[in-house]
């Protein structure tokens, strides 16, 4: 009846461009909206430690993803042109640049770690995230000074994160935390084998994640960057990470 | 009678003396023996952007602290120069190096961001930190990479600590977490007049940490390094730091 049509749909089971349509933060519209037009959910993180080395990776993923992802404060060699020459590429394939800083600081501290010293992820990143141990201080403080963040669990993140939904444009989770429409669920440890390492990480599978745990986008780093042609891998992690999603959404 | 005499001895009554002769950890026995000849369990945090100003502030409080406490990534400045500089008033003023990074990644991340990248902190902190919410890997990375860490909260904090005490010396906390004797407390946050600031950070005092709340080493930033007269107003502060502690084990 008409009460069906009334219900809220859930963000599960809508279309990327529908949530690019329901956001109202311009960079989680400007995300949904690679990520429908690439017909990607796929974010690379590229974990390596030389400059051109990262530039080199990116420029052959940069067709697949929605998203790379860096860890600025590994390379051994960073400066401001390795800076200049990622946005370029992010201008040339369409992508956004998450810094994964997981910023876990007082307020006054990060702002200063956000904004300033050596870096200035401010400057240039799309996306940074921030662990809520601190409270929501760290939030508070980084919309303050510059983009927005991705919030990291327990249970008051998703609190936080409604409280300055202005800033705030998801997770990082292993399963989707929330059926806000605007919020985008990410899911790091992803392997198109699953498995685990060493060290303590545990892999997921893309449609793990998409399917099963309702998340919307996948972050792949060795799976990737660790292999002899990451432009056919980082393609079949694309094709396996939004089949999964059209199969959710179809469902 | 001697049943008195066979029990254990709780940390928060024991000497700074006694317990650096209990620990085994090289780093805590160092510590200790600093606090206790110092007569400081002071530690100052530099939150200061330029080179020349933490250098210039550390010289002129190092003669009262036991730990220096940095956050490298927010001065806009940083060259090898300036960890010569600080390593040579760590000699001369005989005081620990804390670099607050507060690791928060998973243990491969963890190891490229400790002991590389621009900052190369293995090299040169005596002590630096970890949050525990990504769980044990983070520490067994850094065990297995440089010199030692400060867990910091969650519930299963302590096991970790327990499992890695060759390489954890204590925890930073608002309240003492256990009395083994051989784990440093240390309370962030500290003023002499308490209060709060315009971000979220509320302050105790040194009396409230080290007394009331039975924690060793009391972490004061802006009380020291935002006055016009820091020599003077950092022995103001071990002094009343140290009066706490004479007075708690006293008891």
Tied chains: 1, 2.
């Excluded at 401010?122 to 760290?138: E, F, L, M, Q």
Aim: aromatic share 8%; with cysteine; proline share 3%.
């Amino acid at each position: 009846g008409d009460g069906l049509a009334q219900r809220k749909q859930l963000a599960s089971s809508m279309t990327f461009k529908q949530r690019g349509e329901a956001a109202q933060n311009l960079v989680a519209r400007r995300l949904f909206n690679i990520m429908e037009n690439k017909q990607s959910n796929l974010a690379v993180s590229v974990d390596l430690t030389k400059s051109a080395d990262i530039i080199k990776m990116v420029d052959q993923v940069g067709p697949h993803v929605c998203v790379v992802k860096t860890h600025v404060d590994i390379i051994e060699d960073f400066t401001a042109d390795f800076v200049s020459k990622l946005q370029k590429l992010a201008e040339k394939h369409n992508f956004l640049i998450f810094e994964d800083r997981k910023y876990a600081d007082i307020g006054n501290t990060v702002c200063h770690q956000y904004g300033g010293g050596i870096y200035k992820v401010a400057d240039w990143a799309h996306i940074t995230n921030a662990h809520t141990v601190p409270g929501p201080g760290v939030v508070q403080e980084m919309s303050s000074s510059g983009n927005l963040a991705t919030g990291e669990y327990t249970k008051e993140t998703l609190k936080i994160a409604r409280d300055h939904s202005d800033f705030v444009i998801g997770f990082i989770c292993q399963s989707r935390i929330c059926e806000d429409p605007e919020f985008i669920c990410m899911t790091p440890g992803v392997k198109l084998e699953g498995g685990g390492d060493s060290l303590g990480q545990q892999y997921t599978t893309p449609r793990d994640a998409v399917f099963s745990r309702r998340t919307d986008l996948v972050i792949v780093g060795r799976g990737i960057t660790g292999v002899t042609n990451p432009e056919a891998v980082a393609n079949e992690y694309r094709l396996a990470a939004f089949a999964s999603y059209q199969e959710r959404i179809s469902q």
